[in-house]
């Protein structure tokens, strides 16, 4: 996501922040790592896999429960994932996405192919082996 003050969409942006300190503050960690995910989905739907890997990263440290997580799975992830002919992030990056879109679709073997290769290069963070159960 941009700095917030350079945006075109300054109003529609501090909202957004704001409504996601208040439910933090309420204690509403799932809806909040479900935005991030569902963020991530957009990030990768508009080939920007570097704020995607965050947000994935941002939903996964912040969701409470991962039941029915795929249930809002946008179609195209895939798609647009195969599309894509240069990617703005490093490999182990790029690893976690392909993961996160094959777990979410529940693809678990698929899945866990690329999960082994971040755990390879990230053997440090947590998502790797949430993701692998």
Not at 38 to 59: C, P
Not at 75 to 93: A, E, G, M, P, W
């Amino acid at each position: 996501m941009k700095p917030i003050l350079k945006t075109k969409n300054k109003s529609i942006q501090l909202k957004e922040v704001h409504d996601t300190l208040r439910l933090i503050q309420e204690q509403d960690l799932d809806f909040v790592g479900k935005k991030y995910l569902k963020r991530a989905n957009q990030n990768i739907l508009q080939h920007n896999f570097r704020a995607a890997y965050k947000n994935i990263f941002l939903g996964f440290e912040n969701i409470v429960c991962d039941c029915g997580i795929g249930g809002w799975l946008l179609r195209d992830l895939k798609k647009s994932l195969l599309k894509s002919k240069t990617f703005n992030c490093n490999i182990y990056q790029l690893n976690l996405i392909q993961a996160y879109i094959h777990w979410i679709s529940r693809e678990y073997e698929s899945a866990l192919n690329f999960i082994n290769s971040f755990i390879h290069y990230k053997n440090d963070d947590e998502i790797g082996f949430y993701l692998k159960g």
